[in-house]
């Protein structure tokens, strides 16, 4: 059974930082990509950032020099480190993570993060 649970969301002002986690039940090396999905208000669920297992790391433009991803491989945790946040910053963030051996992808439940200005 893969689970993938969220912590770490909240309220923030414009400028200040959140660090987001992400507890998968399998190894982190079990996951061919891996990273976080955000949906704002009214809009479609979009990638903010991911790694892959060939070990590539991607990020959006928006986010770009001000979030970073990391790992903690002994705790099997991803994490998503948010600093000068913006109120565009908002929406729900989902860990995302595709199984090798399925191929399935796997989402969290969502922590809410929201920035005022």
């Known amino acids: 059974q893969v689970q993938l649970v969220e912590s770490g969301g909240g309220l923030v002002q414009a400028g200040g930082s959140l660090r987001l986690s992400c507890a998968a039940s399998k190894s982190i090396s079990s996951f061919t990509a891996m990273g976080w999905y955000r949906q704002a208000p009214g809009k479609e669920r979009e990638l903010v950032a991911e790694f892959t297992s060939g070990g590539s790391t991607n990020y959006v433009d928006p986010v770009k020099g001000r979030f970073t991803i990391s790992t903690d491989n002994a705790k099997n945790t991803a994490y998503l480190q948010m600093n000068s946040l913006k109120p565009e910053d908002t929406g729900v963030y989902y860990c995302?993570?595709?199984?090798?051996?399925?191929?399935?992808?796997?989402w969290g439940q969502g922590t809410q993060v929201t920035v005022s200005s």
């Open positions: 995302h993570g595709r199984y090798w051996w399925s191929g399935y992808d796997y």
